[in-house]
């Protein structure tokens, strides 16, 4: 069975702290990784694709790497409109696709 | 704003009512889903209408009924549901099989 792992649960940052979520998984098959954004209230948003190892994607104050085990999420000198939890999914070559729990971050400012 | 758009956005019923929930996305996607997401958990696969063709997800309950009119919308029945279905109902798209997938905002859903 495929699993995602997200670490930390929770993440409390002040605004220009820079810091780094991760995303650990085993899937038969990967083909492909996705980060979410959610809001309250809201569907999960998305911010990227990565599809092999090596990969890496850019936008605005985020950053997203993958190896074969795991990806992260950069975030450099986040704002208080960062503050969302971000969602890790990995889709199996049956095309499932399996999420991650989350990771609450909050940007003080 | 979003480009899968779901009604209701709040829905309560009784646990004898029949409701339905509606999506409808104009992306061209050939691939749309349901989820199921209960507060502080990720969203669990229901669902699956890719060409317009239903894979299931053998743990939902037949309570839950999905239909596919055309591709551009997606239906769930709900009928006799129970206290645990309180959840955020959550519908997706994406062009195909491997690309991301597209959410709406959900339909929150009460159960009384």
């Known amino acids: 069975e495929d699993q995602v792992t997200q670490s930390p649960e929770a993440l409390r940052l002040q605004e220009g702290e820079s810091s780094s979520l991760n995303c650990s998984y085993t899937?038969?098959?990967?083909?492909?990784l996705f980060w979410y954004r959610q809001d309250p209230g809201k569907g999960p948003e998305f911010l990227f694709t990565l599809y092999s190892a090596g990969e890496e994607k850019e936008k605005e104050r985020l950053k997203a790497t993958l190896t074969k085990k795991e990806s992260f999420l950069h975030i450099t000198a986040p704002k208080p409109e960062d503050s969302a939890t971000y969602l890790c999914a990995v889709q199996n070559d049956d095309y499932k696709l399996s999420f991650g729990a989350g990771t609450t971050v909050t940007v003080r400012a | 704003d979003t480009e899968v758009t779901q009604t209701p956005k709040h829905l309560v019923m009784g646990m004898t009512n029949k409701k339905s929930l509606k999506c409808e996305q104009h992306m061209g996607h050939r691939a749309m889903y349901w989820y199921k997401q209960k507060a502080k958990k990720p969203p669990e696969l229901m669902f699956v209408?890719?060409?317009?063709?239903?894979?299931i997800n053998e743990s939902v309950p037949s309570r839950f009924s999905p239909e596919c009119p055309n591709s551009s919308l997606l239906n769930l029945h709900l009928h006799a549901l129970q206290p645990e279905d309180s959840a955020l109902y959550l519908c997706a798209s994406s062009q195909l099989d491997n690309q991301p997938q597209h959410f709406g905002d959900g339909t929150r859903l009460s159960i009384l």
């Open positions: 209408y890719s060409y317009e063709k239903l894979s």
């Open positions: 899937v038969s098959g990967l083909r492909g």
